[in-house]
């Protein structure tokens, strides 16, 4: 039977909007649309070194299995967009870590929609990112958006500057329809992709991604994809930036989630210049602290292999003589592209 339906679920709209979601739509619980797809792409390696995603595949693909009993997912978009202007000098960090860590944001809102969910007879579990669920899955089959070719999950209303996270619950809810997807003849995001990494339209091979290479990489990042990486210290956003349906982006109402000015204040040689101490005083509420150290540094050498000059050189060579073989690595390499460069 239905929960008392439509005066709960447009109470759960209000709270959502009210807590400052910016759409909230609901699907029914089951086996996950495309979970086929999921369990191939994890059999392929596409996830690489994500060994996360080859955990609990039967939870990732039901909530049913998360939540005894759960009948609805209640997914919900924050928008982050944080402007398109990029500040900083001489590199590039992804938008969605331009200042505070969106898991701990997110986190405390779901935590209130939670407990009025439970006031109204639910019982949930909540997340954002990190949960095994195949969030844009759901997202996709409660209509909150469709998934570009990019896989990104594009909002008519705001494009796809937004963060997607959910609540599985016993409630009944009404499911809401699903949009048509609307990237037509567009293949921008799949034509600009630096690595190739879409590899077909809503086909991604993550071990190519360069928000894969610079985050959750834990090594050496290959050579065939160093140049590629060009001046991104942290993640990447071309096949958002280039999508057309970002005309339609709106600034974040949330302060948090816009450029933080002791981030960007700081120089590629800055960053180049960071003990381990005055890396986590920079990035203590940000993403990238979840990075550490010593992976921030691999990123910043291969960023200034590509675009330094002879600025960067002395720090360079003092990183090149790291105990970490990883740091020295990309440090000597980062030497050798500036002096080529320079000297042609
Ligand atoms: C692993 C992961 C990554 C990996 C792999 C990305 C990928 N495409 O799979 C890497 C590290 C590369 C990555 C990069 C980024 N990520 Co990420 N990532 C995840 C994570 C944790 C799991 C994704 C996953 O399960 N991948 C496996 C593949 C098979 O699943 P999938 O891409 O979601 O595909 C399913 C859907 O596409 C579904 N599907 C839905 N609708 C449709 C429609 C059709 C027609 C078809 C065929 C399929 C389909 O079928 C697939 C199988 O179920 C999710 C959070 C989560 N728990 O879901 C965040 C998440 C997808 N990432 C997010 C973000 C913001 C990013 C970056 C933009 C960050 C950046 N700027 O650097 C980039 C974007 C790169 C890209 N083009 O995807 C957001 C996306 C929000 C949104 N609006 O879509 C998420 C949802 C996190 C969050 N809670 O907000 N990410
Ligand atoms: S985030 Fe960058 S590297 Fe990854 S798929 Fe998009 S454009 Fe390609
Ligand atoms: S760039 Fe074009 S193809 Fe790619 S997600 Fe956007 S509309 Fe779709």
């Given at each position: 039977?239905l929960?008392?339906?439509?005066?709960?679920?447009?109470?759960?709209?209000?709270?959502?909007?009210?807590?400052?979601?910016?759409?909230?739509?609901?699907?029914?619980?089951?086996?996950?649309?495309?979970?086929?797809?999921?369990?191939?792409?994890?059999e392929?390696?596409?996830?690489?070194?994500?060994?996360?995603?080859?955990?609990?595949?039967?939870?990732?693909?039901?909530?049913?299995?998360i939540?005894?009993?759960?009948?609805?997912?209640?997914?919900?978009?924050?928008?982050?967009?944080?402007?398109?202007?990029?500040?900083?000098?001489?590199?590039?960090?992804a938008?969605?870590?331009?200042?505070?860590?969106?898991?701990?944001?997110?986190?405390?809102?779901?935590?209130?929609?939670?407990?009025?969910?439970?006031?109204?007879?639910?019982?949930?579990?909540?997340?954002?990112?990190?949960?095994?669920?195949?969030e844009?899955?759901?997202?996709?089959?409660?209509?909150?958006?469709?998934?570009?070719?990019?896989?990104?999950?594009?909002?008519?209303?705001?494009?796809?500057?937004?963060?997607?996270?959910?609540?599985?619950?016993?409630?009944?809810?009404?499911?809401?329809?699903?949009?048509?997807?609307?990237?037509?003849?567009?293949?921008?995001?799949?034509?600009?992709?630096?690595?190739?990494?879409?590899?077909?339209?809503?086909?991604?091979?993550?071990?190519?991604?360069?928000?894969?290479?610079?985050?959750?990489n834990?090594?050496?990042?290959?050579?065939?994809?160093?140049?590629?990486?060009?001046?991104r210290i942290?993640?990447c956003?071309?096949?958002?930036?280039?999508c057309?349906?970002?005309?339609?982006?709106?600034?974040?109402?949330?302060?948090?989630?816009?450029?933080?000015?002791?981030?960007?204040?700081?120089?590629?040689?800055?960053?180049?210049?960071?003990?381990?101490?005055?890396?986590?005083?920079?990035?203590?509420?940000?993403?990238?602290?979840?990075?550490?150290?010593?992976?921030?540094?691999r990123?910043?050498?291969?960023?200034?292999?590509?675009?330094?000059?002879?600025?960067?050189?002395?720090?360079?060579?003092?990183?090149?003589?790291?105990?970490?073989?990883?740091?020295?690595?990309?440090?000597?390499?980062?030497?050798?592209?500036?002096?080529?460069?320079?000297?042609?």
């Open positions: 039977m929960h008392s339906s439509e005066t709960t679920k447009n109470n759960i709209l209000f709270i959502a909007k009210q807590l400052g979601f910016f759409e909230c739509r609901i699907s029914t619980v089951k086996r996950a649309t495309h979970a086929d797809r999921y369990l191939d792409w994890v392929q390696g596409c996830a690489g070194e994500m060994k996360w995603l080859e955990r609990n595949k039967e939870r990732r693909v039901h909530p049913g299995e939540v005894d009993g759960a009948k609805s997912v209640i997914s919900l978009a924050y928008n982050y967009f944080p402007g398109n202007d990029h500040p900083g000098h001489g590199y590039k960090i938008r969605y870590a331009w200042n505070v860590d969106y898991h701990n944001i997110i986190e405390e809102k779901l935590k209130d929609l939670d407990l009025a969910l439970s006031e109204m007879g639910g019982t949930q579990r909540y997340y954002v990112d990190t949960g095994p669920v195949l844009r899955d759901f997202a996709t089959d409660a209509g909150l958006g469709w998934n570009g070719k990019s896989t990104v999950q594009i909002h008519p209303k705001i494009g796809n500057w937004f963060f997607l996270c959910e609540l599985i619950s016993t409630l009944n809810l009404e499911a809401d329809s699903p949009l048509r997807d609307h990237c037509g003849k567009c293949t921008k995001c799949i034509d600009h992709c630096p690595t190739d990494a879409i590899t077909g339209p809503r086909e991604m091979d993550a071990r190519r991604c360069i928000s894969y290479l610079t985050i959750e834990p090594g050496a990042i290959p050579l065939e994809f160093r140049k590629a990486i060009g001046d942290y993640g956003d071309v096949c958002l930036e280039v057309p349906w970002n005309r339609f982006a709106k600034l974040s109402h949330d302060t948090k989630l816009h450029a933080k000015g002791a981030i960007f204040e700081k120089s590629l040689n800055d960053f180049l210049k960071l003990s381990p101490e005055s890396f986590n005083q920079t990035f203590a509420q940000s993403p990238i602290k979840r990075i550490k150290h010593p992976r921030f540094l990123n910043a050498c291969v960023v200034a292999g590509n675009v330094g000059s002879s600025k960067e050189l002395p720090q360079l060579k003092i990183l090149s003589q790291s105990d970490d073989p990883l740091i020295a690595e990309h440090a000597q390499w980062a030497v050798e592209e500036i002096e080529t460069r320079v000297s042609q």
